[in-house]
């Protein structure tokens, strides 16, 4: 059995109040993992239904600039933010879909990846995205629809990777 984080101790470590949003907050992006804002918003009011947007995007800011949370944005995707922090891990992202999911650093230390030039950098963080279709996107492109004749640019493009 894994035990809760100690969220307000965490935010006490972190230099930051403890307020009923914040932890709220944190809950929801434990409870959804690679949460946009509308579903943080949607699972802290049940909560706190008197929470206003301000006060759930104040504290996805405080939570990300304090480390204790990271937001992620896929291309064309909304930000989306996870609790999974300092590992350095990636993600999958279905492009049929949308669904994310947290894939371990390949190489197994930070940065997973060495640039073949650093340019005077000080690295300390990659970022990688991997893009597919989830297994349940996969299974149904092999249905009929793969064969269709004049397929969307989206199909076409799927048909492609």
């Given at each position: 059995m894994t035990s809760s984080p100690d969220f307000p101790q965490m935010?006490?470590?972190?230099?930051?109040?403890?307020?009923?949003?914040?932890l709220a907050v944190m809950d929801a992006l434990v409870e959804l993992a690679h949460a946009d804002t509308e579903s943080v918003i949607g699972v802290v009011r049940r909560d706190l239904p008197e929470v206003s947007h301000q006060a759930v995007y104040d504290s996805l800011?405080?939570?990300?600039?304090?480390?204790?949370?990271?937001?992620?944005?896929?291309?064309?995707?909304l930000a989306r933010y996870e609790?999974?922090?300092g590992d350095n891990h990636h993600h999958l992202v279905c492009r049929s879909c949308g669904e994310i999911t947290d894939v371990d650093c390949a190489v197994g230390?930070?940065?997973?990846?060495?640039?073949?030039?650093?340019?005077?950098?000080?690295?300390?963080?990659?970022?990688?995205?991997?893009?597919?279709?989830?297994?349940?996107?996969?299974?149904d492109s092999a249905?009929?629809?793969?064969?269709h004749p004049d397929p969307t640019p989206r199909q076409e493009k799927q048909r492609r990777v």
């Open positions: 935010l006490r470590d972190a230099g930051l109040r403890v307020t009923r949003q914040r800011r405080t939570l990300t600039a304090a480390g204790l949370a990271r937001r992620i944005q896929p291309n064309g995707s609790v999974r922090v230390e930070i940065p997973c990846l060495t640039a073949s030039d650093d340019h005077g950098y000080v690295i300390d963080e990659a970022e990688v995205i991997y893009w597919g279709l989830c297994p349940a996107c996969s299974a249905g009929p629809e793969t064969n």
